[in-house]
């Protein structure tokens, strides 16, 4: 009965703080966050500005600006947050993740983790990637809509982690990269995406959608970790491929295509999707087609390094271990020359072949395969934003974006391992890796 009775009260209360002269309401700087930072990283021009001040409120950014000039200056009543000793740069960005997987889900021991274990995995799996500096991650693929699960939790306030746009089931053909393999034909395992046909999967877009997918991922080429199945060779076909993208752009969706093949890569751009994962035999006409429209690669490299040192603990099967062992270090070659050509890329990891919270592993590989530091970072932050539409909110701290920030020790444009040590991330704000805990 309590709060019952405390509710005329609230009520009054609320009534007479929209009552009160602007005297009364406080110092104008309640509710405003007030930011120091060292240097900040402009991530748009590569320069690093000195002794910034970022002023937030309710969670965005108001104001950026030399805290040396009499504008923007720390409001009477402003919590300061003071990292004048750092770098600090804009959220991350991973548009590859699969938060609800984990090395161990991939073989045959994935087969024991039930769905609502798979949601509680994905739940430990956003505070380690947030604290890692990624606040913002697209999520492709995962079992029984749990990363919307996921997305909405994060989104509600119950689980700490990374704004994410989820995808829900991938989309694939029977038998293929999407679909589950593992099991004979009596047990009659299937992926909740698996669909085959025009109608089919149109449908199946529909069905992603109405269950809250922020986009579509399809498996448009066979993969690595899934047993028996050819990662050169092209499942949908181009019919089944243009009938996703045009219903997914129909209904506001942006589709993402796993593609490790020359041939499934081709079509899949030419079908119309937004970005291609992996890219691994990317030939020299994908990457003219891709550069033509503005299609992105999402590279997913260190994985592979990962992988191949440690896949006794994953529990894959030979078949995946033979396709690791060929595929990884050849797509290294291929996605290297489409660096150099000025293909569209923004960040992604494929993070659940390596343990969460090693996403940042990724930026070293990029440069070691030509990109500069700068455009890695750049590939994390704007061109991540770019591929999923959020650059109006993420990517960069500018007015009316998200405050979503991370601080490094020294120069990662320099050393981009640096990235690797984040030592304060703020989401939306609020500090959710404290400075102090890392000392
Ligand atoms: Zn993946």
Redesign the pocket.
């Known amino acids: 009965m309590k709060p019952l009775k405390l509710l005329p009260l609230v009520f009054l209360m609320a009534l007479a703080a929209t009552a009160l002269p602007a005297w009364a309401q406080g110092p104008p700087g309640a509710g405003v966050v007030a930011v120091k930072a060292g240097r900040l990283l402009d991530v748009r021009s590569g320069n690093y500005l000195n002794d910034q001040l970022i002023l937030i409120e309710a969670g965005k950014v108001r104001e950026v600006g030399s805290s040396r000039n009499v504008q923007p200056h720390v409001p009477a009543g402003a919590k300061v947050i003071d990292l004048s000793r750092y770098t600090v740069l804009p959220g991350l960005i991973d548009a590859?993740t699969?938060l609800t997987y984990n090395p161990d889900s991939l073989g045959y021991r994935g087969l024991g983790i039930s769905i609502p274990r798979e949601a509680l995995i994905g739940a430990h799996n956003a505070r380690v990637t947030l604290e890692a500096g990624f606040t913002t991650v697209r999520n492709?693929?995962a079992g029984g809509y749990t990363d919307i699960a996921l997305r909405d939790a994060i989104n509600a306030g119950d689980v700490p982690g990374p704004r994410i746009l989820a995808s829900g089931p991938a989309l694939g053909i029977t038998g293929g990269h999407c679909d589950e393999d593992l099991l004979a034909p009596q047990y009659h395992a299937f992926s909740l995406g698996a669909a085959d046909g025009v109608p089919a999967v149109m449908a199946k877009v529909r069905e992603d959608i109405k269950y809250g997918a922020d986009l579509i991922k399809i498996c448009a080429t066979g993969g690595v970790l899934s047993q028996g199945d050819n990662p050169e060779s092209e499942q949908y076909s181009p019919e089944e491929m243009r009938a996703i993208v045009q219903e997914a752009h129909r209904l506001g969706r942006k589709v993402a295509a796993?593609a490790h093949g020359t041939v499934g890569i081709r079509d899949a751009v030419l079908a119309g999707v937004d970005s291609i994962?992996h890219g691994s035999f990317i030939d020299e006409e994908g990457i003219q087609l891709m550069k033509e429209r503005g299609t992105y690669l999402v590279p997913?490299l260190y994985l592979g390094d990962w992988l191949l040192e440690n896949y006794q603990k994953m529990g894959i099967t030979d078949n995946m271990l033979a396709k690791a062992r060929y595929v990884l270090p050849e797509a290294r070659k291929h996605v290297a020359r489409a660096f150099q050509e000025g293909v569209k890329v923004a960040f992604g990891t494929?993070a659940?072949?390596y343990p969460h919270g090693l996403n940042a592993h990724e930026f070293a590989v990029m440069v070691k395969l030509g990109m500069t530091p700068l455009a890695t970072v750049q590939a994390a932050t704007l061109n991540g934003a770019d591929l999923l539409g959020w650059s109006d909110r993420v990517g960069s701290l500018e007015p009316g974006h998200f405050a979503d920030l991370i601080a490094v020790e020294g120069d990662p444009l320099q050393d981009v391992t640096i990235l690797q040590n984040v030592k304060v991330v703020m989401k939306g704000g609020e500090v959710v890796k404290e400075a102090s805990v890392t000392k």
């Open positions: 590859h699969h492709v693929n796993h994962e997913t494929d659940a072949v």
